[in-house]
T-cell receptor, first 116, second 112 residues
Framework: GAVVSQHPSRVICKSGTSVKIECRSL??????MFWYRQFPKKSLMLMAT?????????EQGVEKDKFLINHASLTLSTLTVTSAHPEDSSFYIC????????????FGPGTRLTVL | QKEVEQDPGPLSVPEGAIVSLNCTYS??????FMWYRQYSRKGPELLMY????GNKEDGRFTAQVDKSSKYISLFIRDSQPSDSATYLC????????????FGKGTRLSVIA
């Protein structure tokens, strides 16, 4: 299947700092990328949908100024958590769809963010 | 009623058993149906992907979609301890950038 990578896999930061998470589709061009958040033993919560070259569409309740999403190319999307606080600690997972991956949707391995 | 219903389990079976996982849904516009496996602290892995109704088989896994009943299933034959994970069903409407709608996931334990 298609491969999606995420970096970093784990990050610990101080409250008030910003953290950037990268998501890359390694063997296909992702016309659409999705960002999810997952709490322990809970299902995935969609945060936003982004198409290459356009502004992301955020789900209700997700602060767009806090969670900045950039989808600058067909293989790269970034999520920046600005002025992170302890309540932002979570597991963030990106997902990609499109191109040679067909209609399947493929997930990255996730990034565990801990804000102290 | 939630759009996608999935029994969270946990489901515990002996090694070698046939596992049946199911989801029901309410939106008749769903056309794409997927099953993901998620291990703890990992991203979901796409196992099976089906368009519209019918069956699909891949190794020990069989996915079934019954659109008339709004019911999808995943069968795992000869289950192994390594199959122990959370299984998520997901579905969406037509192509393009429509987001997936997920079930809550079923936690499966296969006991050796």
């Amino acid at each position: 299947g298609a491969v999606v990578s995420q970096h970093p896999s784990r990050v610990i930061c101080k409250s008030g700092t910003s953290v950037k998470i990268e998501c890359r589709s390694l063997d296909f061009q992702a016309t659409t990328m999705f960002w999810y958040r997952q709490f322990p033993k809970k299902s995935l919560m969609l945060m936003a949908t982004s198409n290459e070259g356009s502004k992301a569409t955020y789900e209700q309740g997700v602060e767009k100024d806090k969670f900045l999403i950039n989808h600058a190319s067909l293989t790269l999307s970034t999520l920046t958590v600005t002025s992170a606080h302890p309540e932002d600690s979570s597991f963030y997972i990106c997902s990609a769809r499109g191109g040679l991956a067909g209609d399947g949707q493929f997930f990255g391995p996730g990034t565990r963010l801990t804000v102290l | 009623q939630k759009e996608v219903e999935q029994d969270p389990g946990p489901l515990s079976v002996p090694e070698g058993a046939i596992v049946s996982l199911n989801c029901t849904y309410s939106n008749s516009a769903f056309q794409y149906f997927m099953w993901y496996r998620q291990y703890s602290r990992k991203g979901p892995e796409l196992l099976m992907y089906t368009y519209s109704s019918g069956n699909k088989e891949d190794g020990r896994f069989t996915a079934q979609v019954d659109k008339s009943s709004k019911y999808i299933s995943l069968f795992i034959r000869d289950s192994q301890p390594s199959d122990s994970a959370t299984y998520l069903c997901a579905m969406r409407r037509n192509s393009g950038n429509t987001p997936l709608v997920f079930g809550k996931g079923t936690r499966l334990s296969v006991i050796a």
